[in-house]
């Protein structure tokens, strides 16, 4: 059983920037992809990004270029570093282990002025 805890989420002017994280507990975290969604108000969970074991990493359009995933094995914690936010990018954020049905609790970031 894997527990997942999300942080870093708050409120952030347009442009900004934040770092989530994602602490997981078992060690099959070392083993598995990891991926972070969204879910915008109103709106059904979104895929935002996807890390390997490996380090192979994907993202959505919406946010290439300014959000980067990443994660560290040893310390079982998988990151997004969100740069150049906008308002749209306002959402719970959780992390979730691809092949688990494991959810956190989620962390809110609100982009506004």
């Known amino acids: 059983q894997v527990q997942l805890v999300e942080s870093g989420g708050g409120l952030v002017q347009p442009g900004g920037s934040l770092r989530l994280s994602c602490a997981a507990s078992?060690?099959?975290?070392?083993?598995?992809?990891m991926g972070w969604y969204r879910q915008r108000p109103g709106k059904e969970r979104e895929l935002v990004a996807t890390i390997t074991a490996g380090g192979v990493t994907t993202y959505v359009d919406a946010v290439k270029g300014r959000f980067t995933i990443s994660r560290d094995n040893a310390k079982t914690t998988m990151y997004l570093q969100m740069n150049s936010l906008k308002p749209e990018d306002t959402a719970v954020y959780y992390c979730?282990?691809?092949?688990?049905?494991?959810w956190g609790q989620g962390t809110q970031v609100t982009v506004s002025s």
């Open positions: 078992g060690t099959i975290f070392k083993i598995t992809t």
């Open positions: 979730h282990p691809l092949a688990l049905p494991a």
